[in-house]
């Protein structure tokens, strides 16, 4: 059987978390190579931050990751370099288009989003566990 959890230092984890990000105002502009650009650089970033994307899949309007991180990381940070970069090169790229959408410069995804751990086991599963402990 495969390990399924990491290793480093002293730690042992398995964390993963589905995010889901929204173009600002619900806009179908994730589409036409916006979709692959977004995608081509939320992987690059998971490769500079040893994140690793297990899934990814746009609509127009919004984005589907599935991505396994450290203890060290917090999803929230995660979710704020995704954001903050991609919207940079998109406007670096994209500013003809972005500018007929957004009357703001520098905004692309709206300012929620949507982020939920994924385990291994069901929560039911680990409530038992714990309360067959001691």
């Known amino acids: 059987m495969q390990n ?3 290793r480093k230092d002293r730690r042992k984890y398995n964390l993963k978390a589905h995010i889901v990000l929204v173009a600002k105002y619900r806009k179908a502009l994730l ?3 916006i979709d692959d650009f977004v995608k081509r650089a939320i992987i690059y970033l998971a490769k500079q931050n040893n994140w690793d994307i297990i899934a990814m ?3 127009k309007d919004h984005i589907h990751l599935l991505l396994e991180y450290d203890t060290t990381e917090r ?4 979710i704020s370099i995704i954001k903050q970069r991609t919207t940079y090169w998109l406007w670096i790229h994209y500013r003809d288009v972005l500018s007929r959408q957004y009357w703001k410069k520098n905004i692309f995804w709206s300012d929620g989003y949507f982020a939920c751990s994924v385990g291994e086991v069901s929560s039911a599963t680990i409530e038992k566990y714990i309360a067959e402990q001691g």
């Open 4 to 6: 399924r959890y990491e």
């Open 31 to 33: 589409q036409y190579g």
């Open 57 to 59: 899949e746009t609509d």
């Open 75 to 78: 999803v929230c940070d995660i």
